[in-house]
């Protein structure tokens, strides 16, 4: 099947720790995102990559890093910088990255505890 | 980026009423888009609105764009209990990216 799929779904980690989430799509889609939702507060913005090697902050980088080493990858590593990480994060890819129709994949919740 | 205000935050109807949530922006939008996310799913498209004043229907649903390309709505007529979720309004950050609007969680009580 086609798709976003991210991984794990749920996943917990004590204070401290660095995790990485997987995101990988068979869409042949050049630009991907990381979205992170909180309970109303909508979907922010956390980073962006419109094509392999490249990729560029969103509105709330900090305490996440990112790569782009394959078109069809693009993992997210919540850093132990990152104050409130408990959260719902998706993760997203599009044609390209020129403002179209984004597909999302079924989301990651992360609760660090 | 472009910021969207989307009001109201909630709305609780009755199964049959008609339900609209607006997003406002204070510049001058190129297109918006609409999703909707189900309870406990991810964000699903709906659909885009680029055209000035334009109006786009899909069954019971209706979107429009003003004519200022500054708003947009997302009209239900009858709801029913399948259309509860969270609907979000999007634009696009200087072409790049998609913003979201803090979305409008709407609950059917049959």
């Known amino acids: 099947d086609g798709g976003i799929t991210q991984s794990p779904k749920y996943l917990f980690r004590k204070e401290g720790q660095n995790v990485t989430l997987s995101c990988e799509q068979n869409l042949n889609h050049d630009a991907m995102y990381w979205y992170r939702q909180d309970p109303g507060q909508g979907l922010r913005l956390i980073y962006y990559?419109?094509?392999?090697?490249?990729?560029q902050k969103g509105d709330i980088a900090e305490g996440y890093s990112v790569s782009r080493e394959k078109k069809e990858s693009f993992p997210l590593t919540v850093t132990s910088a990152q104050k409130n990480p408990t959260a719902f994060y998706l993760c997203a890819s599009s044609i390209d990255g020129v403002g179209n129709t984004i597909y999302f994949g079924e989301g990651s919740w992360l609760t660090v505890v | 980026g472009q910021q969207v205000m989307q009001i109201p935050q909630y709305q609780h109807v009755q199964e049959g009423e008609d339900f609209t949530t607006y997003c406002n922006s204070s510049?001058?939008?190129?297109?918006i888009q609409w999703y909707k996310q189900r309870p406990g799913g991810h964000p699903v498209f709906l659909i885009q609105l680029v055209k000035s004043g334009e109006v786009k229907k899909q069954k019971r649903l209706t979107f429009q764009f003003g004519e200022a390309k500054k708003n947009s709505s997302l009209h239900i007529t009858a709801t029913q209990t399948t259309d509860v979720g969270t609907y979000f309004c999007a634009v696009s950050n200087s072409g790049y990216a998609l913003n979201f609007g803090k979305g409008t969680s709407l609950l059917v009580t049959p």
């Open positions: 510049t001058t939008l190129s297109n």
């Open positions: 990559s419109q094509i392999v090697n490249d990729f």
